[in-house]
């Protein structure tokens, strides 16, 4: 397909009275979908492709889309125009679409040299108690992490010696190479992006500006963390290559299993088994909560086994901020297995007295029963 064959707006897609914007941005479309890395060994996707950058060079330009709109394409044969024979692709936007296309691997923008990259964050996984969560602690921790390099300070090069400018990329951090209808820029493989080279690499680091090595790290956790809080301790991470900066620490906590609480975000719950006679005729309990206090549950007269009560500012502290949550007890009611002869005529008396009002809820679900089996 050639570029003379097809009008230019419709190669693209777009209207003849469309704006700049929205012809680059259809040229881009349309440089995705027939790009021959995209299309491998597609004759046809690749003259699609070139024709559309033909007609994309013609109609981004004022003069030349005047030019075209008013003599259609002769006006870009036999000099008219003053485009000079086929047009070929501005490889300032080819480049920009290219980078759309394939990512910016292979140039990273026109900034020049390559920045220093910064180093890896890092993660640490730390176990606490409830009790621990509930109170904060300082404690330490050991990680190993490449730190920066004593002997040379970081700067890769051995201590005495300096950097002199890349032969490769005189000191540009950057080559060109041709492909096809692209010039493509590439941080230059000697010297990484940086346009220079080190004279001599320091022995310790052997050029890195780094080395492996234990650190003892003092940590505050703070009253109040839950399974999945960070701490984060910023430039504690990996130190950077070559005297960049320190990547941050992040410390993910985890939240032991306790013998007696669970916690939902700041309440803590837990289950009390009373006795069934507690349960009937109500009576106050005593339970020694994280703080360090002994909490007063009133259990009242004719609790049902499952109900929950709640003690007010009883649990766990808020993050960061004041006050705390709630102590939910939840009831359950125990059954007596081992009954002496005396507590077992006690019950009979008891149960002779029973006219069905003292269990409500058992008389009224039998009677439904019976309602529903039809008597």
């Known amino acids: 397909m050639s570029a003379t064959e097809v009008d230019f707006y419709e190669l693209l897609g777009v209207s003849?009275?469309?704006?700049?914007?929205?012809?680059?941005?259809?040229?881009?479309?349309?440089?995705?979908?027939?790009?021959?890395?995209?299309?491998p060994g597609d004759a046809e996707a690749e003259a699609r492709f070139k024709a559309c950058s033909a007609a994309y060079e013609v109609l981004k330009d004022p003069q030349k889309r005047a030019a075209y709109d008013r003599y259609g394409h002769e006006a870009f044969q036999q000099g008219m125009g003053g485009g000079g024979g086929h047009p070929g692709a501005d490889f300032g936007d080819i480049g920009d679409i290219f980078e759309t296309i394939f990512g910016s691997a292979f140039g990273g923008g026109a900034s020049g040299r390559a920045r220093p990259r910064r180093g890896a964050d890092?993660?640490?996984?730390?176990?606490?108690s409830?009790?621990?969560?509930?109170?904060?602690?300082?404690?330490?921790?050991?990680?190993?992490?490449?730190?920066?390099c004593d002997t040379c300070e970081g700067s890769g090069a051995e201590p005495g010696t300096g950097k002199r400018r890349c032969e490769l990329c005189h000191g540009h951090g950057k080559v060109r190479a041709q492909q096809g209808l692209f010039v493509i820029e590439r941080p230059c493989p000697n010297c990484s992006g940086r346009g220079e080279v080190l004279e001599?690499?320091?022995?310790?680091?052997?050029?890195?500006g780094r080395v492996d090595q234990e650190q003892v790290l003092e940590v505050e956790v703070p009253p109040g963390v839950d399974n999945g809080t960070r701490i984060r301790l910023s430039g504690r991470g990996e130190a950077g290559p070559m005297g960049a900066p320190a990547g941050d620490l992040y410390i993910f906590v985890h939240i032991k299993e306790h013998a007696v609480f669970a916690r939902e975000g700041t309440s803590l719950f837990t289950r009390v088994p009373v006795s069934f006679t507690v349960a009937a005729l109500g009576d106050t309990i005593e339970i020694p909560g994280l703080d360090g206090e002994t909490h007063s549950i009133e259990i009242p007269a004719g609790i049902q086994s499952g109900k929950q009560l709640r003690k007010r500012g009883a649990g766990m502290p808020v993050l960061q901020g004041r006050g705390r949550g709630d102590m939910v007890v939840e009831v359950m009611v125990e059954t007596p297995t081992k009954l002496s002869s005396r507590q077992k005529e006690l019950l009979r008396e008891f149960r002779e007295t029973e006219t069905g009002d003292e269990c409500p809820e058992s008389r009224g679900f039998f009677n439904k029963l019976k309602d529903a089996l039809g008597g």
């Not at 001599?200 to 890195?208: I, L, P």
């Open 200 to 208: 001599q690499h320091c022995h310790s680091c052997r050029g890195e």
């Open 16 to 39: 003849r009275d469309a704006d700049g914007a929205t012809v680059k941005s259809a040229y881009r479309k349309m440089a995705m979908k027939y790009h021959p890395d995209r299309n």
């Open 130 to 148: 409830l009790e621990e969560a509930f109170h904060g602690k300082s404690t330490e921790i050991t990680v190993e992490v490449a730190a920066t």
């Open 122 to 128: 890092l993660r640490y996984d730390m176990q606490v």
